[in-house]
C-alpha cells in the first residue's frame, strides 16, 4: 500500500474509532490515536501470513479490532481484549505488563520447533515502568529470539500523569541496548515514510528487535493532544463535535 493510501487509511480509522467510541459510550481516545500509524504500519506493510500481533496495551484496542474487521474477521470490540485466535486476537490483554511475557513465551516456542513467523508486540511506555517488561527482555535475550519485535508506543503520557512526573524512563534506548537487544528509535511515529524505514531496519542478528516510536497520544485532534485527561474519558456534547470538525467529519 503506498504512502498516499496509507495517510487516507489513517484518517478514515481515526474517524470509524471516533464513531465507535460514541457508540460505545467509552473512550480510550489518547492511546488509541496515538498508535494508529504504527498499526497500520505493522498490518498493511510487515505482518506475514505465519506472523502474529498482540496488543498489550488493551485499553487501546478499539482500532485493531476495526481494522481486523476492515479485513473480513469478526472480533469483539471492547476495550480489553479475550483471546480469540480466528478472528485474529491472539491473546488476552488488558492487565498490563502482560502481553511482552506472553508473547516473549510464542517466539521461544517458535524457535526451539523450528518454525517460522515473527511474533509482534506492541506495549505502552507505562508497561516500560513494570518489572515483567524487562524480565522478558533478558529471557529474549538469552535465548537469541530474533523473531520477537518488541513495539513501544513511547507518547510519554501514562493514566492521569506524565512518565516524567510518575516514572520517568530517561534514556530508555540506552536501557533497551543494555539488555542486549537491537533498538530502533523513530523520532516521527506519526510519518509513515518514517515508520517503514525504522521497521527496514529489523535485524536478524539472533537478538531481539525493540522500536521505540515517538508519537503524541491523542493524535489527530488538536484540542485533546499531549492531555492525559483523555486516557479514559467519554466523548459528550462539544467535544463531539470538536472531534468531529478535527477528523474532518460532518
Known amino acids: 500500500m503506498k504512502i498516499d493510501k496509507l495517510i487516507n487509511k489513517a484518517k478514515l480509522l481515526r474517524q470509524k474509532t471516533f464513531d465507535a467510541f ?4 467509552e473512550a480510550h481516545l489518547g492511546g488509541s490515536f496515538s498508535m494508529i500509524e504504527i498499526l497500520l504500519t505493522i498490518y498493511e506493510k510487515f505482518l506475514k501470513k505465519d506472523d502474529k500481533f498482540i496488543l498489550s496495551k488493551a485499553h487501546a484496542s478499539f482500532p485493531l479490532c476495526i481494522l481486523l474487521k476492515e ?3 469478526n472480533p469483539e470490540i471492547k476495550t480489553h481484549l479475550e483471546i480469540d ?3 485474529g486476537i491472539n491473546c488476552t490483554t488488558g492487565s498490563l505488563g502482560h502481553g511482552l511475557p506472553i508473547a516473549t513465551g510464542m517466539a521461544f516456542a517458535r524457535k526451539k520447533l523450528k518454525k517460522n ?3 509482534y508486540v506492541m506495549i505502552s511506555d507505562g508497561e516500560c515502568q513494570e518489572g515483567t517488561t524487562w524480565e522478558s527482555l533478558l529471557i529474549a535475550s538469552k535465548h537469541q529470539l530474533d523473531n520477537l519485535i518488541i513495539i513501544i508506543d513511547y507518547n510519554k503520557l501514562q493514566a492521569l500523569s506524565t512518565l516524567k512526573d510518575a516514572l520517568p524512563l530517561n534514556n530508555l534506548s540506552n536501557k533497551i541496548k543494555a539488555f542486549n537487544c537491537n533498538c530502533i528509535e523513530i523520532k516521527k511515529g506519526h510519518s509513515f515514510n518514517d515508520l517503514i524505514k525504522g521497521f527496514q531496519k529489523i535485524k536478524k542478528t539472533n537478538k531481539p ?3 521505540i516510536v515517538n508519537t503524541i497520544k491523542g493524535k489527530g485532534i488538536k484540542e485533546f493532544e499531549n492531555d492525559t485527561v483523555w486516557h479514559a474519558r467519554q466523548l459528550k456534547g462539544k467535544e463531539i463535535d470538536i472531534g468531529r470538525k478535527r477528523l474532518n467529519k460532518k
Not at 460514541?22 to 459510550?25: A, C, L, Q, S
Open 22 to 25: 460514541i457508540e460505545k459510550g
Open 71 to 73: 479485513k473480513g474477521l
Open 209 to 211: 528487535n525493540v522500536i
Open 85 to 87: 485466535i480466528e478472528n
Open 117 to 119: 513467523g515473527k511474533i
